[in-house]
């Protein structure tokens, strides 16, 4: 069978299943077998009834004994279903609600696996238990969507791999599974679904996780060539650097110099250039990508500015063209008017205009650019490899592309997502910066704190709160929420001048908002982590951060670097009630110790693994499963090696893997470009 045919083409799979299975993101019987599932159950083990732990699952091999037994309680408008089922340990009650059509399945004397949850509450008792002939041994639970079931899901995988296997073809050579001891495709796949032990799922998980390593980095290395292999025409940025020091209002560090020089080597080496520019938070990234872009622009040619967030966008907008002036650089947010965003594009695509700032809309929109010659990304660890593949496809040949990212990301996976990058380095802070005094606070101190805040607010400085929701929630309780928390606020300290800013605000308030704090009119900020990557206003000096153990340490990095950036005494309050033994303490006291994004992010990493460092932020893995990551990792480093070794040697046995790299690049590319 075809493992791209429509999943129609699978018995018991219709159009109106289809559909929904198409919610989940699949549509292939490939996206089917390789449909991870979020957990088990683990089934293989028989319990004994008279062993069966309150809470938890288990097997159970009963002989059921007795006529089952339907009640119906007019009240609660339940059915209730219960038989008795023995084994040599004792007994257990069967309950099943509203399922009465199960009562023909119940004989006395039959042989059934009942496997659910105890429930001592009332004698032992299993409440709709699923029934079995046999042990089902481990399952799969899937993700689901309104409309599908676990059964039908299994069932569908089942199929799936029963007519798929045979014409599966495993991408990895025998070498190579050999070397490193990894499961062929026909083993994993199956035991990925339905493992015949613990150590059987294990090994599949490494086997699938090694190949999405492989192919990303691989993907990698051939998007760097496609870069690396197109000429662009030289550009003398010499005239422009001195030019340009002149507009900018403070001399660059040596760092800053550096990094400036490396890019002008690279525009005049007659090269695209390919090039991270990687520093800490605060160390002064903007200014050199600026630099970029206006030498371009002095060799006339056109260059483009892409945020995360809408905020940074505007933000980097305000500062460019406080520089350069504003007439020559445009704007383009997904918020923006239909008419302002047209007007944009159309000085973009004339050459009226040679800069343009903006987010994803940059990529999204259809507007053409006359001669675009370089593309930057800030905070580079926002966007995933396809982003980085979009971008590429919107220039002409020659593209200069500049990435920067503050996210000291360890060396192991730096060298997986920026391996074919140019770095340079920004290892020095501009001058005058203190140390942020970082303390963790006590529940029973935080009434203090925001006494402090507003005390410190009274003399003229700036502070954020920042709360992990937006909105506080029965399902997290005692998690605040900033809309709570500026209401609190606000009735607490009425004379104080209070913003709140989140993700969900509608663009133009949220502008108001930024620009009223810059300006000073607000005082002290309750927010989400919508400020988290690049909002510089150096007036601020205070970051306090509710409950900061549910944040990750980089993360907390990153958001106290929105202090310290003045000439002031600046502080970062972590507030965390911490349950004696869970570590959140010992994890928060780095960052009291530590102003070193990169040993700060070792540290995090060494704590919490890879696939809890990357978490849901994944840092550029957003078409990689982070949970492949929460491997180790060595599989990380070994299957890093590996791809190494097969574009230094790529050998015809390699084909289709390196066939396979580059159609999943293509997708991606598509996705996101949309056509
Ligand atoms: P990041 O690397 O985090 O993007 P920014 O580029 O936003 O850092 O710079 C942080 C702050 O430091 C800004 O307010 C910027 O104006 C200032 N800055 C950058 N370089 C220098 C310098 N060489 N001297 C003084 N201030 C600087
Ligand atoms: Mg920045």
């Given at each position: 069978m075809n493992l791209d045919a429509p999943l129609t083409s699978l018995k018991g799979i219709g159009p109106r299943r289809a559909e929904l299975l198409g919610k989940l993101g699949l549509f292939s019987v490939n996206d089917l077998l390789r449909f991870a599932p979020r957990d088990y159950l683990d089934y293989s083990r028989i319990v004994l009834a008279a062993e069966g732990v309150h809470g938890q699952d288990g097997a159970f091999l009963l002989t059921l004994s007795g006529p089952p037994r339907l009640a119906y309680i007019p009240g609660r408008r339940l059915n209730v279903l219960t038989v008795t089922g023995k084994d040599a340990s004792g007994k257990l009650t069967l309950t099943w609600y509203n399922?009465?059509?199960?009562k023909d399945q119940l004989q006395a004397g039959r042989q059934v696996c009942a496997c659910g949850r105890m429930d001592r509450s009332h004698g032992a008792r299993l409440i709709n238990p699923a029934l079995y002939?046999?042990?089902?041994g481990i399952l799969p639970v899937y993700p689901l969507t309104r409309g599908l079931s676990q059964n039908l899901l299994r069932e569908a995988v089942r199929t799936a791999l029963s007519c798929a296997l045979p014409d599966l073809k495993d991408p990895m050579p025998p070498s190579l599974l050999k070397k490193h001891g990894l499961l062929p495709l026909q083993s994993a796949l199956p035991s990925l679904h339905f493992p015949a032990a613990q150590a059987a799922l294990q090994q599949a998980r490494r086997r699938l996780a090694f190949e999405d390593i492989l192919l990303f980095r691989l993907m990698l290395s051939l998007l760097g060539r496609e870069q690396e292999g197109m000429a662009a025409r030289p550009v003398d940025g010499a005239p422009a650097y001195r030019a340009f020091l002149r507009m900018l209002p403070f001399t660059p560090t040596g760092a800053q110099q550096r990094a400036m020089a490396d890019i002008m080597q690279d525009l005049a080496s007659g090269k695209a250039m390919n090039r991270l520019i990687q520093g800490d938070v605060?160390?002064?990234?903007t200014a050199v990508a600026f630099f970029a872009m206006y030498a371009v622009m002095a060799a006339g040619k056109q260059a483009a500015l892409m945020a995360p967030t809408e905020i940074l966008a505007r933000q980097h907008y305000e500062k460019l063209a406080a520089i350069l002036?504003?007439?020559?650089i445009r704007l383009v947010l997904g918020g923006m008017k239909k008419a302002q965003r047209e007007e944009a594009w159309a000085a973009l695509s004339t050459g009226e205009a040679s800069l343009a700032v903006g987010t994803h809309a940059l990529l999204r929109d259809e507007g053409m650019f006359q001669s675009l010659a370089l593309v930057v990304t800030d905070?580079?660890?926002?966007?995933g490899v396809g982003q980085r593949a979009a971008i590429q496809s919107k220039?002409?040949?020659g593209l200069h592309v500049l990435v920067m990212s503050a996210?000291?990301?360890p060396r192991t996976l730096a060298l997986l997502l920026y391996g074919d990058l140019q770095v340079s380095r920004i290892d020095e802070l501009p001058p005058g910066r203190k140390p942020i005094a970082t303390r963790l606070v006590p529940p029973s101190k935080r009434k203090d704190m925001y006494n402090f805040i507003q005390a410190q607010a009274a003399t003229g400085q700036q502070a954020y709160i920042v709360c992990p929701l937006v909105e506080e929630s029965e399902e997290l309780p005692g998690v605040p929420g900033a809309v709570q928390l500026y209401q609190r606020l606000h009735k607490a300290y009425p004379t104080l001048a209070l913003g709140l800013l989140h993700g969900q605000m509608p663009s133009r308030e949220k502008e108001a908002v930024a620009a009223d704090f810059r300006a000073g009119r607000i005082r002290v900020l309750v927010a989400t982590?919508?400020?988290?990557?690049?909002?510089?206003?150096?007036?601020?000096?205070i970051m306090a951060i509710e409950?900061?153990?549910?944040?990750g340490l980089a993360q907390l990095h990153q958001l106290r670097?929105?202090?310290?950036?003045?000439?002031r005494d600046s502080y970062c309050f972590l507030l965390c009630s911490p349950e004696p033994g869970d570590g959140a303490a010992e994890r928060l006291a780095i960052l009291c110790d530590s102003q070193d994004g990169f040993a700060i992010a070792e540290a995090d990493l060494a704590m919490r693994g890879p696939g809890e460092f990357l978490g849901k932020r994944q840092h550029g893995l957003s078409?990689?499963?982070?949970a492949h990551l929460a491997m180790d990792l060595e599989l990380l480093e070994e299957a890093q090696a590996a791809a190494q070794d097969i574009l230094a040697h790529p050998a015809p046995q390699y084909r289709p893997l390196l066939a396979l790299a580059k159609a999943r690049l293509a997708s991606l590319r598509e996705d996101i470009v949309g056509n």
């Open positions: 399922q009465p059509f199960r002939p046999a042990c089902p605060g160390s002064g990234k002036g504003p007439e020559r905070e580079q660890h926002r966007f220039g002409q040949e996210t000291p990301i982590t919508v400020i988290e990557v690049g909002v510089d206003v150096p007036a601020a000096t409950h900061a153990d549910r944040f670097g929105r202090v310290g950036r003045g000439e078409e990689f499963e982070a």
